[in-house]
Every structure is written in C-alpha cells, then in structure tokens.
C-alpha cells in the first residue's frame, strides 16, 4: 500500500507561462524527484525493519507527508510532498531514530545547481541587483525571491567557505603532482589587476583536488612562497614528487626554498605560445609543428634530438625564439622521467586552464568583480563546483611506484634490480 503512495499523488500544476517543452521537462524532473525521496524512506525504513515491539509491530514506519515544499531547481521550481517517517517508541528510549533526507534537506529552497548558476552568472557580468530578471528566464517567475539582498548573503556565505576552507588541516595528505598557476583578474571598484594563486593536486589514488587558492602579487616569489609555507604549516610537510608549472620565476625560486627536492616540468601549452610569438606568422605553423615533434616523442632520446633539431633550425633567424625555449631544456622534458600514462597530464597545465578559462574569457570583455574578495569567493566556488567533473589519472595504479620512488625510463616502470 506504502508503495503506491507515491503514484496516487497528484501532480502539482507548473507555475509559469512556459512552453510545452518546458512544461514536460518540469514535469518529468518533479516526478523523478518525488520518486527519489519515496526510495530513500524505503530504503530507510527496509534498514530498520528489524526494529519491532513485542507483538512484533515494526516501530520505524510511514507516517504521511510533510507540508508541500516549492524547490527552485535548473528545470525551474518543483513541488513536492516529502514522506515523514516515525518511530514509535516511547520519547524517552535512547534509541530512537530520526530520518533526514539527504536528497530534500530541512530549509532547502534552491538546488546545489542552481547555487553554482549564480556565480557563472555573477562572472559574466550580472549585476547583483539583475539576478532576479535573470534567473526568471531561465527558471521561471519563482526566481523573483533571488533579490540583489539573497545574492549578497550568499556572496558572504562563500567567502566564509572560504575562509574555512583555507584554515582546513592538511595533515596526512599527500599530492603525487602539483600543477601551479597565476590568475589574473579585474577588480572593478579599486581599479586593479588582481592575482590568484591557484594549486592542484593529484592523490594517491589518482584523484585530482583543488589545493589552494589565494591572493598574491604578480605571481612573485614572496606571494608563492607564503602560500607553499602554510600548506605545510597545515601539515603538507610531503612534497609532490613533481611540480607543473608555466615560466614564472617567482614561483620556481619559491619552491626551491621550501621544496628543495621536488622535481620541475615547465607547461609545453605556455613554453609553445611563448616561442611561437617570437617568430613571424608565416613560419609559425610549421614551428609549431616541429614543436608538437618535441614534446609528442615516444622517447627522451628522440625528443632531445627533435630539440637540438629545432634551435639549429631557427637559432640564425630568431635567437629570442630559440633562447626562449633553450633555457628550460631540463625543465620541459621532466615528464619523461614519469610513467608514460601519466604524460598528457603532466606536459601542460591544463588541469587548471581548463578550469578558469571561462574565467579569463569574462575578464577580457567586462569590467570585471566589484571587489578583491567577491571575486575570490567566485572563483573558489566555481572551482569547487568543477572540482566533481575533473577527471582522474590515467593508470592511477602507477601511482604508487612513483610515490615508492621506482625509476621510470621513457614512461617505463625499471625492473627492481
């Protein structure tokens, strides 16, 4: 009987002119939901079954439905009734049970997707006080209680994320790759261009995680420095086995002071655009090319050949081409050194590119954030919401030999011996 509750529900009426599109899709997505939240009761109610008194009642059971709640969803607002559940022993048994969806929480008005819409849109240059315009197109007249005043208080909720975030305990962590990068922004209201720090971590089980974000000053070696310091006074007192990074000086002078041993590998996405803009277009698909013939080698052996190939080919010409990509021989052909999976992770630093390049994009044709600190929330929100989607390494079970410190040729685990 408890199962059908669920079907002899009427639907509730959609608000909103909308097309017929929409309205099947809203439709659709408020009886996915209804359904969702009558499974997890019984789910919940099948894991206490077992809970029952001396006539062998069950004690855990359906108690109807909670007040209709109206959520404010992608798909636009959903009504739905949540299933109560009751436990019927007495108030005072210390065993009692209380369920809590998981999927519905208490007080909840919005979806998490909904959440991260507002700060792509804040970053596309919506205006505080334009939400509510904004959003009623997008999911209907109910977005009228997102006022410029509920997009303030969520702005400050995100910078006390943050905030927390950045003091979170590190202790016991380990990152087997760091990826490094500056990101530049404008501030509207001061003027300035504003710098920040952004590290990316892989786990030990090939997961990648947001490190840091955090403030800094044209990416100078006093900036990366305070930031790789109190990741370790948090309890990173590891050290990545490698480190992806563009030419920044700073950061490099920096890590050689709190990492001494930590191997380096420059970004090939930003050593290539470097180089290609010191020749003239004409020569520059082709330079490109011989390039890709570096970096895309199947052996350091053939690389290092390809190099010496290119600055004898260009060096007459174009010295600044050539001496721009000669002075990190070393640095760019690291990754060799690592297992040949892990090798289009580790070549560039698009793991974090990727991620902010909407975020540069923005920044080139608006005025950019009101202030240092909106911006800083935004950008961490943005990342957290992205943060679920990066996708894991290749061969994550190399890993650990990399960890182990075992030698790898060519991208080759080394026999023991």
Known sequence: MEE?????????PIDGP???LDDIVRRGAQQVLQAAL???????LARHQEIR???????????GYLPERSILTGAGPLHVDQPRVRDKRPAATAERVTFTSSILPP?????????????????KGISTGDFSEALQALVGPQARGLSANVVVK???????????????????????????????????LTGERQCFLVVMGATADGKKELVAVQDGIR???????????D???????????LVVGDGALGFWKAVEEVWPEVRQQRCWMHKAGNVLSKLPKSLQPQAKHDLQAIWLAETKQQAEKAFTTFLEKYAAKYPKATDCLAKDREALLTFYDFPAEHWSHLRTTNPIESTFSTIRHRHRRTKGNGTAQACRAMIFKLAQSAERHWRRLNKHELILPVLQGKKFIDGLLQDAA
């Open 219 to 229: 990416e100078d070696k006093q900036s990366w420095h305070e930031l790789l310091v």
């Open 107 to 123: 007080y909840l008005r919005r979806s998490k997707s909904l959440d991260e819409l507002i700060p792509w849109l804040y970053l």
């Open 154 to 188: 969520l702005l400050e909720q995100w910078q006390r994320e943050y905030g927390a975030w950045q003091q979170r305990e590190l202790l016991g962590k380990q990152y087997v790759y760091l990826w490094v990068d500056g990101i530049y922004v404008n501030v509207r």
């Open 4 to 12: 059908q509750q669920a079907e002899n529900l009427p639907l509730r």
């Open 231 to 241: 990741l370790k006074h948090r309890g990173l007192t590891q050290p990545p086995k």
């Open 38 to 44: 009558e499974t997890e009761v019984e789910e919940f």
């Open 18 to 20: 909308r097309s017929a």
């Open 53 to 63: 008194d001396q006539r062998g009642q069950r004690q855990i059971v359906r108690n």
